[in-house]
């Protein structure tokens, strides 16, 4: 087995790990992952291209990474301390800045794309 083989199942084998244990302490990310199989198939009803998949799918993965990082940042910063410490809550209140930005965008392209199938249909 090549040693590229070996690193890349490593890899793998954290990465699925770092999955299973955000989605088994994190309520945050066990919602985002059940509205990403809720609305999976949604989003093949409003998508007409693989331009709209991609926009649409790649909006929803962009929240659960972002979510990843955020509960990465608070677990190092819970590690660290457990003191009120200004830098620590300005490191968590960041993260989670970004997980709202990245929600903002998944509802924005899932607007964008879903509008004009649900406004033809209301106007029907």
Known sequence: ?????????????FSIQGLKSCFRYEEAF???????????????????SAG????????????????LLNSAVEAVVDL??????????????????????SMILFVLVWATLAWPLFADTAVK
Request: hydrophobic share 55%.
């Open 1 to 13: 087995m090549s040693l590229l083989y070996r690193r890349l199942v490593g890899a793998t084998g």
């Open 30 to 48: 066990r919602v985002e992952v059940f509205l990403v199989v809720v609305l999976s198939p949604l989003g093949f009803y409003i998508g007409d």
């Open 52 to 67: 709209d998949f991609a926009l649409l799918f790649g909006a929803m993965l962009i929240v659960l990474i972002t979510e």
């Open 80 to 101: 660290v301390t457990s003191d009120k410490a200004e830098l620590a809550g300005r490191a968590k209140d960041q993260a989670s800045a970004a997980v709202m930005l």
